[in-house]
């Protein structure tokens, strides 16, 4: 028997992650990233961070996995990545604004959200397949 998470579940997980994340990391915590230009950090820990976050998140199907313990601990990465990409596009998105005017900003804002919706969206899909 298939333990699978329906796409509505997946649907409103992620829609949750996302709405909370972003209140707590964007407006509630306002973090932003050490003022200091650290170069390593920007352009290689982060882009490595996040590409292997997304990475997982791509990697194999919700129907690749048979087990139902499998599917629960599937259902816990994934919960756990979209947090992880909502806390680390909110850092960068908080950081970068600053430096930006107000239309830049949101528009920067708009971006790092769109990315975070298309990882759920994705995440739909696949679970809808």
Do not use: C
């Not at 990233?33 to 590409?51: G, K, Q, T």
């Amino acid at each position: 028997m298939s333990t699978h998470l329906k796409p509505w579940v997946v649907a409103v997980r992620d829609l949750g992650i996302f709405i909370v994340g972003i209140w707590y990391f964007d407006y509630y915590l306002d973090y932003k990233l050490p003022s200091e230009n650290n170069l390593l950090l920007f352009f290689v820990a982060i882009p490595i961070i996040w590409a292997s976050l997304t990475q997982l998140w791509t990697s194999y199907s919700y129907h690749d996995v048979r087990k139902p313990w499998l599917d629960l601990l599937s259902h816990i990465a994934s919960v756990l990545i979209l947090a992880s990409s909502v806390f680390i596009i909110s850092i960068i998105m908080n950081t970068i604004a600053v430096i930006l005017d107000p239309f830049g900003a949101l528009l920067f804002k708009l971006m790092g959200w769109v990315v975070l919706l298309g990882l759920g969206v994705y995440d739909v899909v696949d679970a809808a397949n």
